[in-house]
């Protein structure tokens, strides 16, 4: 397994933006398996307060049981960065990949009160 940055995704909120998705492998166009289990892909919301939310994509082995718009829970959390060469152009392309051990749902999380009045 290749090194990443492990995350602490404890201070963050998840919400999947997408129904889970198999992985195709681009050249064999056949759904990728990696220790014997499928990858599927997921897009998730990622939101911390004080923050513009952000949606990433991440690999998992074993489909996720989550639909769109569920609050979900992430463990074993690691990003990786990688640079490629685009085919056509010959140009780097760098990026972030994520993968996860778990994705399950999760309660909607519990926000503050507000202390604004409304005037009137």
Not at 31 to 40: I, L, S, T
Not at 45 to 69: C, H, Q, W, Y
Not at 92 to 107: K, N, Q, T
């Amino acid at each position: 397994m290749r090194a990443g940055i492990i995350v602490d995704a404890r201070p963050y909120t998840f919400i999947a933006t997408s129904a889970p998705e198999p992985v195709v492998d681009f050249e064999t166009k056949r759904v990728k398996v990696v220790d014997g289990q499928p990858v599927f892909q997921i897009s998730l919301l990622v939101m911390s307060e004080g923050a513009d939310g952000e949606v990433i994509k991440v690999k998992i082995s074993n489909e996720p049981k989550v639909t769109a718009g569920m609050f979900v829970t992430v463990s074993g959390l690691v990003a990786r960065q990688y640079t490629v060469t685009d085919r056509q152009t010959g140009a780097l392309r760098a990026g972030m990949s994520y993968r996860a051990d778990a994705i399950v749902g999760a309660p909607a999380p519990v926000l503050p009160a507000s202390t604004s009045t409304k005037a009137g």
